[in-house]
C-alpha cells in the first residue's frame, strides 16, 4: 500500500532580480510547474525587485492550476514583492 500523497507540491524559487531579462527562464519553469502533478509553491522570499513581465507569467501559471484544479501558493512573499503585486495591479496572485 502506497501511503505517499499523490501530487506532491512542485516548489521553485524566484530570482532575486525577478525581471523580464528572465522571461524566457521563468515562462520555462512555468510550463515544467503546470506539467507536473499537484499544486505549486513559488518561493517569493529572496524577491528584491519584480516586473509586470514575470506578475503576468505567474498570474497566467496561477491561470492555469486553477483551470487544472490546483493552486499556486506563495510562500514567504518579500516586502518588494508584495508591494509591487499591489501596485501593478495583481492582487488575484494572492487572494
Known amino acids: 500500500e502506497n501511503n ?9 524559487e524566484l530570482p532575486v532580480q525577478a ?3 528572465l522571461g524566457t ?5 512555468c510550463r515544467a510547474a503546470l506539467d ?3 499544486d505549486v509553491q513559488l518561493d517569493c522570499e529572496g524577491v528584491e525587485r519584480v516586473d509586470a513581465a514575470v506578475l503576468q507569467c505567474l ?3 496561477a ?3 486553477r483551470a ?4 499556486l501558493e506563495l510562500v514567504n512573499p518579500s516586502v518588494a514583492f508584495s508591494r509591487a503585486v499591489d ?3 495583481f492582487s488575484a496572485l494572492v487572494s
Open 4 to 12: 505517499e500523497p499523490s501530487g506532491s507540491p512542485t516548489r521553485f
Open 87 to 89: 501596485l501593478l495591479g
Open 19 to 21: 525581471d523580464i531579462r
Open 25 to 29: 527562464e521563468i515562462q520555462a519553469r
Open 63 to 65: 491561470g492555469g492550476l
Open 59 to 61: 498570474e497566467a501559471l
Open 36 to 38: 507536473a502533478e499537484g
Open 68 to 71: 487544472a484544479g490546483r493552486q
